[in-house]
């Protein structure tokens, strides 16, 4: 997987080398322990890895200073490009261009109060009635999925109650359909079509 060195990051434009994080993501098997390093966080082991292959998306970066900024079509600003927003930006550019997710139904970055906290769910997707029909929680490409990762989706779920739970670093991404009162673990990554 390409992955830009962010300490002294400079890009270089070569074709579509640089333009997106260029990995195929291949369908893990249950029962592998490479998911994460620590061995008290292997909860995600077991599951099946949902494959994404991100689309060659140019995206738009710039340097100010010493700081490397990234546009971001749906928020229609320049960010500072982190390895967290890295992993976003291939993100939603897999859902709008590959999955045809309406761009216009994304929130990236929302805002909600869970007690008196505030905090911030990565990428939200609105069906078209505008109710949450999935939350994606985004991690640098580094950092393990473990169980504080789907805990901290699961609590944003209490606020925004999305029928599909996303969470990925940009090299595994797993999935979880509410059903009921129990989420089930999803392999394909859904259809909008679904969305009502």
């Known amino acids: 997987m390409y992955s830009p060195k962010f300490s002294n990051f400079s890009p270089v434009y070569l074709g579509s080398q640089f333009s997106t994080i260029s990995v195929l993501v291949f369908i893990f098997v249950a029962g592998s322990d490479f998911i994460t390093n620590d061995k008290n966080t292997k909860l995600l082991a077991r599951l099946v890895m949902i494959k994404v292959s991100y689309p060659?998306?140019?995206?738009?970066?710039?340097?100010?200073?010493?700081?490397?900024?990234?546009?971001d079509s749906i928020r229609k600003k320049?960010?500072?490009?982190?390895?967290e927003e890295w992993v976003r930006q291939n993100m939603l550019q897999y859902i709008i261009q590959t999955k045809q997710y309406p761009s216009?139904?994304?929130?990236?970055?929302?805002e909600i109060m869970l007690g008196e906290l505030k905090k911030r769910c990565d990428i939200v997707v609105y069906s078209r009635t505008s109710l949450p029909w999935m939350i994606i929680e985004c991690k640098e490409m580094?950092?393990?999925l473990d169980r504080k990762v789907l805990d901290q989706v699961l609590r944003?779920?209490?606020t925004l109650p999305a029928k599909y739970l996303i969470i990925?670093?940009?090299s595994?991404?797993?999935?979880?359909?509410?059903?009921?009162?129990?989420?089930?673990?999803?392999?394909?990554f859904p259809e909008y079509s679904e969305a009502n």
């Open 172 to 188: 595994y991404c797993f999935g979880f359909e509410k059903l009921f009162k129990t989420f089930k673990e999803i392999n394909v």
């Open 168 to 170: 990925t670093n940009g």
């Open 156 to 158: 944003y779920h209490i």
């Open 142 to 144: 580094n950092a393990p």
């Open 78 to 83: 320049w960010l500072i490009l982190t390895p």
């Open 104 to 110: 216009s139904l994304i929130a990236v970055e929302k």
């Open 56 to 71: 060659i998306h140019e995206f738009k970066i710039r340097k100010e200073d010493t700081v490397q900024r990234i546009f």
